[in-house]
T-cell receptor, first 112, second 115 residues
Framework: LAKTTQPISMDSYEGQEVNITCSHN???????ITWYQQFPSQGPRFIIQ???TKVTNEVASLFIPADRKSSTLSLPRVSLSDTAVYYC?????????????FGQGTELSVKP | SAVISQKPSRDICQRGTSLTIQCQVD?????MFWYRQQPGQSLTLIAT?????????ESGFVIDKFPISRPNLTFSTLTVSNMSPEDSSIYLC????????????FGSGTRLTVV
């Protein structure tokens, strides 16, 4: 399984764009990149998933360079409610028995 | 996406006792998993709950300590047996289709404190 490396913590202010980068040098050909968000006292919640280039949804954008050895989660104009832990997951559920393997995550703190 | 009801939401237990955590899903799901999240830490996969057969445990977790049942496609239980303070954690169940990581849903967790 590809190992992921993320910053342990990040600080931001309301209204700013936040970019969280995840390194996954050993990503395999069939691996997807998925980001989850976890608020205190809640289970993780799916944010976005991609395989290559750029993916955008109503919550975030995910940028994946051509070599796929890293990815960047972009949160536009964050608010206080975006304070959470963000996890980058890399893997291929078909060959992992459907399992999700979590790394350490990035604790994002948004300040007023 | 599936909706998960996990019970209890929290409990305080005496060491040496056991606690059974329930995970009820509002639809039939292929894959069900149990995770542990120790204070301030990330999630660690305990096991895959297999319908109609024994659960598949990850390294470091054994059936005697964490027996799991999955009698059907909408329900599973995790028991934390012979508890010690080191078992104090949040336990979460998760469900997914198994084909893509997208759309996996997590329960809100059971916060267990062992005293």
């Amino acid at each position: 399984l590809a190992k992921t490396t993320q910053p342990i913590s990040m600080d931001s202010y309301e209204g700013q764009e936040v970019n969280i980068t995840c390194s996954h040098n050993n990503i395999a050909t069939n691996d997807y990149i998925t980001w989850y968000q976890q608020f205190p006292s809640q289970g993780p919640r799916f944010i976005i998933q991609g395989y290559k280039t750029k993916v955008t949804n109503e919550v975030a954008s995910l940028f994946i360079p051509a070599d796929r050895k890293s990815s960047t989660l972009s949160l536009p104009r964050v608010s206080l409610s975006d304070t959470a832990v963000y996890y980058c997951l890399v893997g291929d559920p078909v060959n992992q028995g459907g399992k999700l393997i979590f790394g350490q995550g990035t604790e994002l703190s948004v300040k007023p | 996406s599936a909706v998960i009801s996990q019970k209890p939401s929290r409990d305080i237990c005496q060491r040496g006792t056991s606690l059974t955590i329930q995970c009820q899903v509002d639809s039939q799901v292929t894959m069900m998993f149990w995770y542990r999240q120790q204070p301030g830490q990330s999630l660690t996969l305990i096991a895959t709950a297999n319908q109609g057969s024994e659960a598949t445990y990850e390294s470091g977790f054994v059936i005697d300590k964490f027996p799991i049942s999955r009698p059907n496609l909408t329900f599973s239980t995790l028991t934390v047996s012979n508890m010690s303070p080191e078992d104090s954690s949040i336990y979460l169940c998760s469900v997914g289709g198994g084909e893509r990581q997208e759309g996996y849903t997590f329960g809100s967790g059971t916060r267990l404190t062992v005293v």
